[in-house]
């Protein structure tokens, strides 16, 4: 109910220009958020590196229907991979297709998309495309696989909570896609997506132990201990490497479990997003957790 309301609030601009009137907010922004430049988000990838922990860039950025608007998220990423080079930073990017003009038209998108994964393949650097509402999966994983029959740096994001998916997986594997694994974040209806949790979860578990079977590197993002148990248990019992698959979880939680599995000797991977537009992306973790609703109105309440 609490996760509905606020994913349905992630799209309404009034609630936004409610929330950016408290003088408080960029403070809890950034417990999600690592700035609004670029160099912030360097800054803290820097941090993260320090600890042996890698990193993607994400410059926030979604449903973008002007094609002068995606050229310059186009603009961005490039600077990023330039920035990634610079600094020395041990970080891929990751890009959301309606930034790059899913939502203008496929062929624009592709062209967009194409002109980064080209720019990173210069540095030899990896762009992931992030998975979003199911309106868009067809459409993203289409111009993901005319990428990928072009190049090998270029990998995808698949969500558990989908039907669809494990078949997704199976094609997906067959081009020898590079998967990253997460459970949803987007409100979706019954006609496509596992309503329950425990339902989302075995769907997790059974797409872990398909990606970690396939021989192939693949990534599995979560902050549930539950399915990071389970991947190591699946890992240990088949002999699987600690070396052949990362785990990835998001900028600012469960830092304790990032570096812990870090000293383990297990592969970590952080998800660090940055930019103006950083609304629907704080609402999505909003709603994820009821217990950051409270956090945000304590700090918005003590001005
Ligand atoms: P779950 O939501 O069951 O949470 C398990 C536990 O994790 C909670 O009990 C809590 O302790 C902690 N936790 C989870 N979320 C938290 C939060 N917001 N604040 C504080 N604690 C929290 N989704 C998508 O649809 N498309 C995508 O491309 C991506 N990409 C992506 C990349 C990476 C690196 C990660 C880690 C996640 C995504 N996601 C995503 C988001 C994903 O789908 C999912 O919404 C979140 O990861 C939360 O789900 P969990 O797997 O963490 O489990």
Known sequence: MIKSAFLYLSKSEGFKSFLTRFQSFNNVTRRFVAGENLQDAVEAIRQLNRKNISASFDHLGESITSEAETRNEVNEYVRVLDSIEENKLNSNVSVKLTQLGLDVGQDVCYANTRKIVEAALRYNNFVRIDMEDSTKTDGTLEVFRRLRSE???????????????????????????????????????ASVAFSEKRDVDANFIKLTRLLLTSGMYHAIATHDERMITA?????????????????????????????????????????????????????????????????????????
């Open 151 to 189: 190049f090998d740096n270029v990998g995808i994001v698949v969500q558990a909570y989908l039907y669809r998916t494990e078949k997704d997986v199976e094609d997906l594997l067959k081009i020898g896609a590079k998967i990253r694994l997460c459970k949803g974040a987007y409100k979706e209806p």
């Open 231 to 303: 991947a190591r248990d699946f890992a240990g019992e088949k002999s699987i490497s600690q070396d052949s698959f990362e785990f990835q979880m998001l900028y600012g939680i469960r830092r304790d479990l990032q570096e812990a599995l870090e000293q383990q000797g297990y592969r970590m991977r952080v998800y660090v997003p940055y930019g103006r537009y950083w609304y629907p992306y704080f609402m999505r973790r909003l709603a994820e957790r009821p217990a950051n609703v409270w956090f945000v109105l304590r700090n918005v309440l003590r001005g």
